[in-house]
């Protein structure tokens, strides 16, 4: 599932010319070893980069039937009808894509529970502004309106954290 | 003042004239001219600027997915794969990614795109798909498609 986003990586190896080159250059170019072993250099380099925590990660999320992409400190405006409440702290569990910088990881559709943490705060509930629905027929004496408000819910990503090493065995977290 | 009769309330004309002329002003108040002005004018102004607001709310999602759709097969012009094959491939090697997640990609983070643009097309190629679209003058980059190393899932059934 992981090494779904892992290529990127790879075509940094065959390139020469990438970002990670230099960190790479000394090891054997990957053209010409089977490709278990490149698979395991970029497993090894991407779990390096993960520790190293040197970039900001950013992650796909569903919440609520929509995608968001969201990094640290984002703000999320959910309309709607939505249970949680002022303060509260929830994970975003269902991520499809995290990456950063130099890698990225894509989930089939999602990726393996417990790698990607994504926590965000509940800052506001309220209301949207007022929307007018007007209706209106010509010489028909027809005339509507009607004034609508949508719940909003206001979220703040706290932080976008890659938690585990890649193609670990999954933790069972639920 | 006591209505005995239907017949009476029906006539009965509503708020003062002030206060319904003054709803409609101030609707209008940010028009220029007669449109702000002149009472007769500016009710049918505001009338049809709510109406267009009413519709506007739903045009507004069909222009952004076709802002969505432009800004997709835009990238995946580069890489030399059309937005159909690119939604196919993906759809097959259950990547689920809608357009607005894929256009963000495509417009910010260009090199997530390319994966998934590599993905798909490497999985078109192993499902033996063949795009019937066509393209005459393909204006991208070939994908390096031996850079995909995931021959292993890629194979799998659904």
Redo the contacts between chains.
Sequence with gaps: ?I??????L??VF?NQGGILSRLITQNAPAQHQP?AD??KD?ITTCNKLIEEKSHRN?A?IHLLG????VTDGDLLVVEGYWPPNIGDKITLDKV??A?SKDF?L????LVQPGLVTVTATIISKGLSHT??????KRRKQF?R?NFQKAQQTILRINNVDIKNNINDAPKNVF | MVFLTIANLIRCRGPDEFWRKRKIFRLAAHYIGRRRNCYSVAVRNVHHALVYATKARRLKKQDMKDLWDTRISAACEQHNITAFSMREGLERSNILLDRKSLSDLAAWEPKTFQCLAAVASRKLHLDGFIDGTDQKAPTGKNLNLDNVILDDWLKEKK
């Excluded at chain 1, 090494?3 to 990127?8: K, M, P, T, Y």
């Excluded at chain 1, 929509?66 to 992409?69: A, G, S, V």
């Design positions: 599932m090494r779904a986003g892992l290529q990127r790879a075509s065959n490709i490149t698979t970029v950013f796909i929509k995608q968001w992409r499809l894509l990456a990225s894509i989930g089939r559709p929307r007018t629905h007007f209706k209106k005339m309106i």
